[in-house]
Every structure is written in structure tokens, then in C-alpha cells.
């Protein structure tokens, strides 16, 4: 097997070509395996205009990969007997039992006729509930209202199409998931994670608030200029600011948090580990094989619960091009971590490197 510092090189030239074209900005990689980091480097910039390296433990928006841990923490309440995936949402959130879906019509004139099916936990985790991306309250920013608020305005919005019978990638529907955590559990939303997942595995840079010292860490966020041949920087759109801010940032549970490439890892080992860590066990290996297979039924699209499958890989993607993924086969996971809206030239290339650097050390 490779040493760490041999992997780290590895990975560091298959990225430094697009640092060196200003195709990327800057990234932090991690392969491991279940039991450990194969290798982890930090290439190209954190802040380009201020020459900040990036570093190994840069914090970066994970966006919707926040929906992956959000399900996790759900499953740990179906362990438990406390919630059943096949129940109504209705059961947790009585403001759901009396849902419309939007039958025929344009955005001025729509026919709405009743659900034959409620929407269950299943839908909401799956994005087949038919709920919208967001609510038309969720502006300018989608961190602007309380969960329970949040989660109400979902219930007062028609349903785009009648459960189970499509797809459709919904922010509210995770939204929905942590909510039914809270009131289940009787904790607020994102104390049950830092409590039950974040300290335990020693996640200790995962936060829907980072720090005055996170932020000092924080990558920049990019998008290419209008030309296509440089990057431009950018604030996170979706995101209030400062994004320290208690008093008026919410937890957003389908893609709020903010982490780091190691944290990201121990999150994804539990998850390859059928739900244990360090001796610990967070989940049952069955939550674990629910969650991470295709639970969209017949339909094309091919999503588990919270997680997402691809070509064999588990796993998801954030908003600025982030992700974490698994194959069960190979054994190996791959945490890419990167802040960019867009990549210019042939940028986008990037990831696809470090995965192909990456597979080699499984041979």
C-alpha cells in the first residue's frame, strides 16, 4: 500500500494542472477506506486575491450534502421505533393531513384535487412527496425562518404532483425530515445532530454557524468570469451573512452545514462501516442498506434516502460542487471539497482527476 505522504503527492498533481490554467481555484481531497485515510491534500488557493493557501483543514459549504446526514439522523429515530418510513408525514406533523396537488394548469390557473396516497417519510426522503423546492416564504435567503415556520409554509403550498408518481429534487422535503426530528425527539434539530452524530464522531468543524476562527478557514466561493477564461469570486447566495449569525441564520437541514474534508470522512466510514465507528454504533446495518439503496420505487431516477446512487457510487453533492461518495465495491470513499459556482475552461474536468488518481490506490 501506498504511504500517505505518496497519495497526497498523487492526488496534488492530478489537480495542480487546473490551479496552474486558473480553471480551479483551490480543493481539498481525501480517499480512504473504512478504516482509514489513504491520503488527503490541499491544492491551489483558499483566497486567491490574497494569496491564502488552501489548507488540509479548510471549512467549506457542503450544501446538500447536509441531506445525507440529515437522513442519517432520521434513520437513527426509525433504529429506535420512534419513526416509521411508510408512515404518513401527517403522523409527526398534523399540518400535513390535509395536502392538494396541483392536478392541471399553468402558474395563474391550476386545478387541485386530493392525493389518492398521504405523503409518507419515505416521499420526503426521497424527493417522490411532490413538495416544491422551497416555499415562496424562503426569501431573499433560505435561512431567514425557523424550521417549524419553514416546514408550516410547506404545508400551506400545493403539492407540484401526487406522491410517488415522480421526481422532484426538493430542499423542502429534507427541510420536512428535520422537523419531524425535533418534534420526535424533543430536541431541536441541530442539537440532535451535534449530540447524537457531531461529538460522538468527532466532527468537530461541522456547524450550520462556523466561528470566528472557521471563518478565517473558509474557502472562497468562485465562478468563472464572463469570458469563460478566469474565476471571479463570489458570496454564498443561498446564505445569510454573517454567517456566524445566531440571532437570525436557521438551520436549513436540506443544505446548511459547513465542514471539512476530515470530518466528512469519519461521517462517511460510519455510514460504510454498516452504521459503526470506533467501536460505536450509530446506526443498524439495515437503516444503512434502506438509506443508501434506490428507494424511488419504478421511477428513473435513482435515489435512497437522503443519499444518493450513481454507477455504484453512494453518496452526494453540494450546490458549489462539492461532494462525498462511497463504492462499496472498491472499497474506498472520496471526499472532494472545492467552492465553486461553475468552472471555467476545462475545469470541470477536476473532480473526474482526483477520482481517477484516487482509484489507483485501491489496486
Known amino acids: 500500500m501506498q504511504t500517505g505522504s505518496t497519495c497526497a503527492g498523487q492526488l496534488a498533481s492530478a489537480l495542480q494542472p487546473f490551479v496552474d490554467r486558473h480553471e480551479l481555484a483551490g480543493a481539498v481531497v481525501l480517499v480512504a477506506d473504512k478504516d482509514q485515510v489513504r491520503g488527503v491534500a490541499a491544492v491551489g488557493y483558499a483566497d486567491i486575491a490574497a494569496g491564502k493557501p488552501m489548507r488540509e483543514d479548510a471549512v467549506f459549504w457542503i450544501a ?113 425530515a428535520g422537523r419531524i426530528i425535533e418534534v420526535v425527539s424533543g430536541m431541536a434539530y441541530e442539537d440532535f445532530l451535534d449530540t447524537r452524530l457531531f461529538q460522538p464522531l468527532g466532527m468537530t468543524d461541522t456547524t450550520f454557524w462556523p466561528n470566528e476562527e472557521q471563518v478565517a478557514r473558509l474557502a472562497t466561493s468562485y465562478k468563472p468570469t464572463t469570458d469563460n477564461t478566469d474565476l471571479e469570486a463570489i458570496s454564498i447566495g443561498q446564505l445569510k451573512y454573517p454567517l456566524s449569525d445566531h440571532s437570525s441564520r436557521y438551520p436549513m437541514p436540506a443544505g446548511g ?27 443498524s446495518e439495515e437503516a444503512v442498506r434502506v438509506m443508501t439503496s434506490k428507494q424511488t420505487r419504478d421511477l428513473d431516477a435513482q435515489y435512497g434516502l437522503g443519499w444518493g446512487l450513481d454507477n455504484g457510487l453512494i453518496g452526494h453533492g453540494g450546490a458549489h460542487a462539492t461532494s462525498m461518495n462511497f463504492d462499496p465495491k472498491c472499497g474506498l470513499l472520496y471526499v472532494w471539497l472545492v467552492q465553486h459556482a461553475g468552472y471555467p475552461g476545462e475545469g470541470g474536468k477536476s473532480e473526474a482527476a482526483f477520482r481517477a488518481a484516487a482509484e489507483t490506490m485501491g489496486q
Open 257 to 283: 452545514l459547513f465542514s471539512t474534508a476530515a470530518d466528512c470522512a469519519r461521517f462517511c466510514q460510519m455510514v460504510m462501516n454498516g452504521g459503526a465507528y470506533n467501536g460505536k454504533r450509530y446506526l
Open 64 to 176: 446538500s450534502q447536509s441531506k445525507s446526514i440529515t437522513a442519517t439522523a432520521l434513520m437513527m429515530l426509525v433504529d429506535e421505533g420512534k419513526v416509521r418510513i411508510e408512515e404518513p408525514v401527517a403522523t409527526y406533523l398534523p399540518e400535513f393531513a390535509d395536502l392538494w396537488y396541483i392536478a392541471e394548469g399553468d402558474t395563474e390557473h391550476q386545478v387541485l384535487r386530493r392525493p389518492a396516497q398521504p405523503i409518507t417519510v419515505r416521499h420526503i426522503l426521497s424527493h417522490t412527496s411532490g413538495m416544491p423546492f422551497m416555499s415562496a416564504m424562503e426569501v431573499p435567503t433560505l435561512d431567514l425562518l425557523p424550521l417549524h415556520v419553514a416546514v408550516r409554509s410547506y404545508a400551506m403550498t400545493p403539492l407540484q404532483f401526487a406522491p410517488d408518481s415522480a421526481y422532484a429534487y426538493s430542499n423542502a422535503g429534507i427541510n420536512t
